[in-house]
């Protein structure tokens, strides 16, 4: 990402702007649906509270500001699917999962997606962690940019997806 894309992103956690949890769950309800999921809006939002506690939690979700944009244009998580849905810290060997990127198409290819990714990768790090996993259905190609690998191809919920992982 260049200087002047990293300019024209804040990424900011989602505990530090509450007044747009309900956004961020219409944005992953949606994306699920558009891909063929199930998804219910009242549990996203009821599972995104838990995205809010900040600190060294996992599951966290952080927004992508634009410069010239007030509400945020983009989002991305961090979650451990060995915590399930509750908070806490992992421990180092647990495996941590980037989900839920997201921008919004009007503000896509300007480096948004990069910024929120190398928020994540940074946030791990800082955990003590040396790899990222992702599930990823689309734009693999746009991960394998980024010196992502696909480790293997599996079913999740009757469709075929690509298992990734990032070394930090």
């Not at 894309?5 to 992953?28: F, K, N, T």
């Not at 790899?131 to 469709?159: C, D, G, N, P, V």
Request: overall charge positive; aromatic content about 8%; glycine content about 4%.
């Amino acid at each position: 990402m260049s200087e002047a894309s990293a300019s024209r992103c804040r990424v900011e956690p989602l505990g530090a702007h509450p007044e747009w949890l309900e956004l961020v769950a219409q944005w992953h309800h949606s994306e699920c649906l558009r891909q063929g999921l199930s998804s219910r809006y009242e549990r996203r939002l009821r599972r995104l509270r838990a995205h809010t506690i900040g600190g060294q939690s996992v599951p966290q979700t952080w927004l992508a500001f634009s410069n010239s944009q007030a509400a945020p244009v983009g989002c991305i998580s961090i979650v451990s699917y060995q915590l399930n849905t509750s908070a806490g810290v992992p421990a180092a060997d647990v495996p941590l999962w980037l989900s839920n990127l997201y921008v919004e198409p009007e503000q896509r290819r300007r480096g948004i997606a990069a910024c929120l990714i190398a928020k994540v990768e940074a946030f791990a790090q800082q955990l003590g962690h040396d790899s990222l996993w992702l599930i990823a259905k689309e734009h693999t190609e746009f991960y394998t940019r980024r010196h992502w690998q696909t480790l293997r191809k599996t079913r999740i919920a009757k469709q075929w997806v690509n298992v990734m992982r990032r070394e930090l």
